[in-house]
């Protein structure tokens, strides 16, 4: 089936995705570093805020599911919070990254309080705008290709900020990092209040449930754990994010403290993103070819054994080093747009099967998973910090920290992607599977009108 999106719709989604990322993707690269570096909290301090609060605030995302499942607008029912949230959004990124001059116990409560609003806003945000993955059409390569172009866009944030966050600090802060940290995020979460606002007007809601069916939160959750390719991509999406968190968190300290050059960071960093946003690129087309789990288990496998090679580079050698985050990189952005994808997919499967659509309720729950997958990365690599001895405000770490900051960046989060890539071998849709679904549903849907949004 053939069902095309304009440019504009697909550019201007894109753009909610960069937005969200220039916050997602300094929690990825940056928090663990400025909590423990910059703002004073220890290892231990960090890894309690981590897991406790992303745990927590991850059971609001089946919460957001359900309000955006029944919310109702002229606009639609998801994207109207994407213009609701941009200011909150915007405010609260930089608060979040703020180190006020006040007492080591009110910093601890301070960090909490806004990185719980932060985990809140963040949520309120990216349900409804995953979901219009699966409702802005009903064809599915042409969902691959908007996840290329929102995956292309938040990678690009990821760029960004991998790359040019800490030497705008450096250049905003003349010194004082905390004030570096509190421009750079002030100048990117403008940014990304313009880009939510851009993203609300450019899109539009076409797929829509059946008039006729009735809401039943009750039979909409026992939906979900009847859906297999659901179960199964909830638990890849576990593995998935918390692998990315805990390479993400510890390769800033790996060149502080084992290479001992922190410049390398930003060309690192700036090297593997580019290789990432030409993996991405790929991914559609190659994906046409040989299938969505196909390529997404050949990405996951690839991706472990990438980051696993690091135990078996010397430190200094710089070319090397950056040479392997190339091909991890490359290999890593193949599987980018899939997971999005699969979420719509996940929710046709169960409508095919049920007669019931909840789109936002599928894709909360496996919100919910990468929430849950950023807390278990984050506090894993907090932990094995803790456990190893890295201490915050040493200089030098010990022989033994500097061999854990080596092992977490790159056995353990090898052992995380490889776990993503054996839950992916049951994921049921294939290719063939996923035509089919779309097809019937196609005529199916021809026995009622979608709402129309503006």
Known sequence: ???????????????????????FQAMLALQLDFYTHTFGLTPAQARNLFLVVGLGVACLNPVMGVIADRTNTRWGKFRPWLLWTALPFGIIGVLTFTTPNISPAAKVIYAWTTYIL???????????????????????????SIASYRQMFANSAGFIVASLAIPMVRFFGHGDDARGYQLTMGLLSVLSVIFFIIAFFATKERVQPDPQQ?????????????NPPW??????????????????????????????????????????????????????????????????????FLSGAFSTA?????????????????????????????????????????????????????????????????????AVAAGLFSHYGFISEAQVQTAHAQSGI????SVYAGLAFFATAVCLLFYPISREVNQKIALELAERRKGFAPTKTS
């Open 1 to 23: 089936m053939t069902e095309k999106l304009s440019f504009g719709e697909k550019f201007g989604y894109g753009l909610g995705d960069m937005a969200a990322n220039f916050v």
């Open 231 to 300: 179960i199964v991509l909830f638990l890849a999406t576990l593995f998935y994010f918390a692998a990315i968190v805990i390479r993400g968190n510890v390769m800033l300290p790996y060149f502080r403290f084992v290479a001992g050059n922190v410049d390398i960071f930003a060309w690192f960093n700036g090297f593997g993103l580019a290789a990432l946003l030409v993996g991405v690129a790929c991914s559609t087309p190659v994906s046409v070819r040989v299938g969505k789990r196909q390529l997404f288990i050949a990405s996951m």
């Open 406 to 409: 080596l092992l977490t960046a």
């Open 118 to 144: 932060l985990r809140v806003v963040y949520t309120v945000n990216n349900v409804p705008y995953a979901t219009l993955t699966a409702v802005m059409t009903s064809d599915p390569d042409e969902r691959n």
């Open 214 to 226: 009735k809401s039943d939160l009750g039979q909409d959750l026992s939906d979900l754990f009847r």
């Open 310 to 378: 690091l135990l078996f580079i010397s430190p200094h050698a710089t070319v090397v080093i950056i040479t392997t985050e190339v091909l991890r990189q490359f290999s890593f952005g193949l599987s980018g747009p899939i997971l999005w994808a699969m979420m719509g997919d996940v929710a046709d499967y169960g409508e095919w099967k049920t007669g019931r659509r909840a789109s936002s309720t599928v894709t909360a729950g496996i919100v919910f998973a990468l929430w849950a997958g950023l807390a278990l990365g984050g």
